[in-house]
């Protein structure tokens, strides 16, 4: 069945950096999500993305929507210890059809070192 | 937060014996989802429900069933469970015309 591929699988970086990463997918998505998950816990949405070449903000996140609607970015400035947990990229297909579907990408797992 | 709510929480279930996983929302959303995360995979979709009784596989739907009897409960049955079941399962759910899926805590279920 269809996965996102993201990338990277995992990140140790220093706190005060900048972290980078990205999703993309062979098909076509009318809408990219972007979520964080913390351990023990369930994903929180942290970024909705709805046009392609859409740009958008949420503190120090910023997240893109591909120009090709095959691929999303999402970018973190300043990291902080707090960033630490696993990211997952998400398409929404089935929309026209009414059935509303999440497909989800193999994740990101950010550690921070203070 | 959606009031999703997962149960049980924590299961240890042998092999061969059916397990029934429950997920209920008081959110009154129409679309619910049973993920399984797993290390390397990310979440994969079981299965999908888009109206009461309304349900459809996802991509790794063998060995499971479910069944949607009233908006609030979405039940995921492993008909005869196996090791490689071993997981942590999540239940979402959507509403019509948003966007976002909200998740519950999960159920971590072992299988031995």
């Known amino acids: 069945g269809q996965q996102l591929n993201q990338s990277p699988q995992s990140m140790f970086i220093q706190e005060g950096e900048d972290v980078s990463m990205n999703c993309t997918s062979s098909?076509?998505?009318?809408?990219w999500l972007w979520y964080k998950q913390d351990p023990g816990e369930g994903p929180v949405l942290l970024i909705a993305?709805?046009?392609?070449?859409e740009l958008t903000s949420n503190g120090r996140l910023t997240a893109q929507f591909g120009i090709t609607r095959k691929d999303s970015f999402l970018n973190i400035s300043a990291s902080i210890p707090s960033d630490v947990g696993i990211y997952f990229c998400?398409?929404?297909?089935?929309?026209?059809?009414?059935?509303?579907?999440?497909?989800f990408g193999t994740g990101t797992r950010l550690k921070v070192l203070a | 937060d959606a009031g999703i709510t997962q149960s049980p929480r924590h299961k240890v279930t042998e092999t061969g014996t059916p397990v029934t996983l429950r997920c209920h929302q008081t959110?009154?959303?129409?679309?619910m989802y049973w993920y399984r995360q797993d290390p390397g995979h990310g979440l994969r979709l079981i299965h999908y429900?888009?109206?009461?009784?309304?349900?459809d596989k996802g991509e790794v739907s063998d060995g499971y069933s479910v069944s949607r009897s009233k908006t609030e409960d979405f039940l995921l049955t492993l008909e005869s469970a196996t090791s490689s079941q071993t997981s942590v399962y999540f239940c979402?759910?959507?509403?019509?015309?948003?966007?976002?899926?909200?998740f519950g805590q999960g159920t971590r279920l072992t299988v031995v």
């Open positions: 098909s076509i998505f009318n809408t």
């Open positions: 959110e009154n959303h129409r679309y």
């Open positions: 979402a759910t959507s509403g019509q015309g948003i966007t976002e899926a909200f």
């Open positions: 429900s888009y109206g009461v009784k309304d349900t």
């Open positions: 998400a398409g929404q297909e089935g929309v026209t059809s009414g059935t509303y579907k999440y497909i």
């Open positions: 993305l709805y046009k392609a070449g």
